[in-house]
């Protein structure tokens, strides 16, 4: 990536996080390519989310900042790079105070080793950390947020999302009982070894939309479910959705709004999956909201006969 990423955004390099997270959003919902498409503005799109990533990254950010374009590079190592820049190694191509030509691709296995003296710079790196360059060094792993829906969490799922070339699609399994704000690693899917090192690991940081209906508490579910006077003060059977599928429910006779009962194994999957939180069902009981007069009439009926139910209400 050529251009400056601050002027890819539009903000001060000053700029904090949350004016870096504005602007991306502004410009990507304007450049999407489902909303306008275009060969130019699907590229942009594509320089304006690349800048993002680095740039709403606390320690891409401060790498960039302090190396510039080569830290964007596959295999960058701000620690190795700091460790040259500070005996006189220059940027692309400058070579040191004693006269040896030096380029940063050496300190990620672009090229071979420093030219001039016995072994290169890859060599010098490997015998201070104790490994050999030539022989390879495992990729970095790349990090990012995926939103997944709170049922495809509870159930598990498994996410198709872009590789980090660009052009391939990854699977990534979600385990059944992910929880927002867990991680997920999928090992080997992340950026290239350098040589022949291994590829590093793809870190997904998960973020489940709220249900409309269900809310979580550890391993437990909680469910509000309307049901009708007549079900409340007969008693009913009625369906109720779990993750694990419909299941009855038997609403006892005189039932009282705010009355839970308890679904036991019908939860979130615990760890290792044998074992399942509960689902907690709250009765709610619901009028009809008409102005019938027949149903005036029966309500007022109903409350004729009613006890008063606050006559032990006491501080």
């Known amino acids: 990536m050529s251009k400056d990423l601050y002027a890819v955004l539009g903000v001060d390099r000053t700029a904090d996080e949350q004016t870096i997270k504005r602007a991306y959003r502004k410009l990507a919902a304007k450049l999407h390519p489902d909303k306008t498409p275009g060969k130019l503005t699907e590229q942009r799109f594509k320089e304006v989310t690349a800048a993002y990533e680095v740039l709403h990254d606390p320690k891409k950010r401060a790498a960039y900042d302090e190396f510039g374009e080569v830290s964007l590079q596959q295999g960058f190592d701000p620690a190795r790079a700091r460790w040259a820049k500070q005996r006189g190694y220059g940027y692309g191509g400058a070579g040191p105070s004693e006269g040896v030509p030096f380029d940063f691709g050496d300190l990620f296995g672009a090229r071979g080793g420093a030219r001039g003296g016995a072994g290169g710079i890859g060599d010098l790196f490997g015998d201070m950390l104790g490994r050999n360059a030539r022989g390879g060094r495992r990729g970095q792993d790349l990090e990012t947020t995926v939103a997944i829906d709170f049922g495809d969490a509870i159930r598990g799922t498994t996410l198709a999302l872009l590789a980090p070339n660009g052009t391939e699609t990854v699977h990534v399994r979600i385990p059944a ?129 009613s006890a008063d139910p606050r006559g032990d209400l006491a501080f």
């Open 177 to 305: 009982g992910a929880a927002d704000g867990s991680r997920v690693r999928a090992k080997g899917k992340g950026a290239p070894g350098v040589g022949k090192g291994p590829p590093g690991d793809l870190v997904l940081h998960l973020q489940v939309r709220p249900h409309k209906h269900f809310r979580r508490e550890g391993d437990d579910l909680y469910l509000d479910l309307p049901v009708t006077i007549g079900e409340a003060y007969g008693g009913a059977s009625v369906r109720v959705p779990t993750p694990h599928g419909e299941v009855k429910l038997t609403v006892p006779r005189h039932a009282q709004s705010g009355q839970t009962v308890r679904l036991r194994g019908k939860g979130v999957a615990r760890k290792g999956g044998h074992e399942h939180g509960d689902l907690y069902v709250r009765f709610l009981v619901k009028y009809p909201a008409d102005d019938d007069p027949a149903v005036a009439g029966a309500i007022e009926t109903l409350g004729a006969r």
